[in-house]
């Protein structure tokens, strides 16, 4: 049997279909399994051993079709679920399977406080998609795979963080669900011990304001190295704190002593942090009994009602302390 699955962004969202790699390849036996994922996005799947080979979309969804379409395919596991993909079933012409977007219940949930989500996380919807296959979860997590080569060398950092450090991943794809930079700052005055800042290029000038204003123990690591790069020291750290974001599934994917923290998302919506193995080492921070709270599935450039209460109301003190290494 040879299979496609589908899934073109983001970090997180990629991250998650790990358990579905896997499971397929682990349970189905014979099976050749390929993923379509965008380039940018590429190196989160390149080095998955489960994965026969990675098909990447540039610009040009056409080129990409055209390729796919060479490889004759048995089915199409389609974990995104969009126009594009649309696209791409309707070309191959062949079974294809789609995860519940559950669109109506998030509607219902933001815009009128009715929660009808299923109590599942999202890699459960994922394996949805191949359960007429055979395949079941099998609560292993999540996984992603770094090369040696790819890996920072910790001897790399200052001295004073190559005992151990906490990973603070500032970003996120929104800003209403980022902390704003003065709480930040608060943040990183209150953790105990060296810490890291891991971010891409957008996230430097806020880095530059936390590191200089909370001293020597910050290294501030945003837009040094590549995906597996950050990736890498989020695995390599003692704890992790992170926004409802990739680096929080990243961390997960590592078993790594992970908080995050929510603003204007819920961990309702099924993209909670995902370690069976070891819950415990997942907390979650969110300022509740707010009632514009999920205010968007996704997120805004700033908070709708203008005060920010999901973030300027958490409890810095508690973030800091839990899990304190």
Not at 25 to 46: C, I, P, S
Not at 192 to 218: F, H, K, Q, S, Y
Request: glycine share 8%; with cysteine; net charge positive.
């Amino acid at each position: 049997m040879k299979l496609l699955v589908l899934r073109f962004s983001s970090i997180g969202d990629i991250v998650l279909t790990s358990p579905v790699l896997r499971c397929v390849k682990q349970q189905l036996g014979n099976v050749e399994l390929h993923m379509a994922t965008k380039t940018v996005f590429g190196d989160l799947v390149r080095f998955n051993p489960h994965v026969d080979k990675l098909h990447e979309l540039g610009e040009d969804l056409g080129s990409l079709m055209g390729r796919l379409r060479q490889e004759r395919f048995d089915a199409v596991i389609d974990l995104h679920h969009n126009f594009r993909t649309a696209r791409i079933k309707r070309a191959l012409g062949v079974p294809a399977t789609s995860f519940p977007k559950l669109n109506i219940e998030k509607w219902l949930l933001v815009n009128l406080r009715m929660d009808r989500m299923p109590k599942l996380h999202i890699v459960d919807r994922y394996l949805s998609t191949v359960e007429h296959l055979g395949v079941k979860n099998d609560r292993q997590g999540l996984e992603l795979f770094i090369p040696e080569e790819r890996r920072v060398d910790l001897s790399t950092l200052p001295a004073a963080h190559q005992a151990g450090y906490t990973a603070l991943a500032i970003g996120a794809a929104h800003a209403t669900k980022r902390l704003p930079e003065h709480r930040f700052i608060e943040l990183a005055k209150l953790i105990e011990g060296p810490v890291v800042l891991i971010g891409g290029n957008g996230d430097r000038e806020v880095a530059r304001a936390i590191a200089n204003a909370a001293g020597g123990r910050v290294f501030d690591a945003t837009g040094r190295y590549d995906i597996l790069g950050s990736a890498s020291l989020i695995a390599q750290a003692q704890r992790v704190i992170a926004h409802d974001s990739g680096a929080m599934h990243i961390a997960c994917a590592f078993n790594r002593p992970v908080t995050s923290i929510w603003g204007n998302t819920v961990p309702a919506f099924g993209m909670g942090p995902y370690m069976p193995q070891h819950p415990e080492r997942a907390h979650i921070a969110e300022v509740k009994g707010l009632s514009c709270r999920p205010c968007s599935k996704i997120g805004y450039d700033r908070c709708p009602k203008g005060h920010f209460r999901c973030m300027e109301q958490q409890d810095l003190r508690s973030i800091a302390e839990h899990l304190q290494p």
